[in-house]
């Protein structure tokens, strides 16, 4: 943690003892969370851990991955490293993402009469999804690792944002007139916090 030069360790101390309440608070709740983690030999994809089978050969000209009945296939010229199954993982849901969700983007935007400028793709650190000022729509490639009831969530919240800039009461009655469960979506989706 950083701060200030200007606050002395006193003012520090001061700060935080005056927010302790807060921060246990806050800790408390992260403590409860349910935080999805993926082993090393599984790969989240839709909501489900695949398995991830691993062929090592050396002298193949180029290393592949595929996702076929459930499974990761890969043909590694080394054993596979938690830095590579990330590098693959992005790749994967990169690869994925337009495939699994354009059609659910169109499917909502023609439900709610909502329609985006432009719908892109990217890996997010921070978010789900974004609507800009006008009106394109960026969704994290970490959808891929959802269920369909939480990534139709996203969907169906950024273009919400089409018609209301902002998190109103407006915004959230035409959110759960497309998602009745939405409470629960937003609840179960910090579960999947380490894929954004």
């Known amino acids: 943690m950083r701060c200030s030069h200007k606050f002395s360790k006193k003012e520090i101390f001061r700060i935080l003892n005056d927010n302790l309440h807060r921060i246990e608070k806050a800790y408390s709740k992260l403590q409860n969370q349910t935080v999805l983690k993926e082993e090393m030999n599984k790969f989240l ?4 851990m695949i398995d991830i089978i691993e062929t090592i050969n050396p002298n193949a000209k180029n290393q592949t991955a595929k996702i076929e009945n459930n499974k990761l296939y890969l043909e590694l010229h080394s054993p596979l490293t938690p830095e590579m199954k990330e590098i693959i ?4 849901y990169k690869q994925h993402a337009p495939h699994l969700f354009l059609d659910r983007v169109e499917y909502f935007a023609n439900k709610m009469q909502l329609f985006p400028n ?4 990217r890996k997010a650190k921070t978010r789900w999804g974004s609507c800009s000022s006008i009106n394109n729509i960026s969704l994290n490639i970490g959808l891929c690792a959802l269920p369909r009831t939480l990534s139709d969530y996203v969907i169906i919240h950024e273009l919400a944002h089409i018609k209301h800039k902002n ?3 407006d915004f959230w009655n035409l959110v759960s007139k497309h998602c009745p469960n939405y409470k629960e979506a937003r609840k179960e989706l910090k579960k999947y916090g380490s894929f954004v």
Request: charged content about 35%; aromatic content about 20%.
């Open 45 to 48: 994809f839709c909501g489900e």
């Open 89 to 92: 993982r992005k790749f994967i």
């Open 167 to 169: 998190h109103s009461k």
């Open 118 to 121: 432009k719908v892109s793709f």
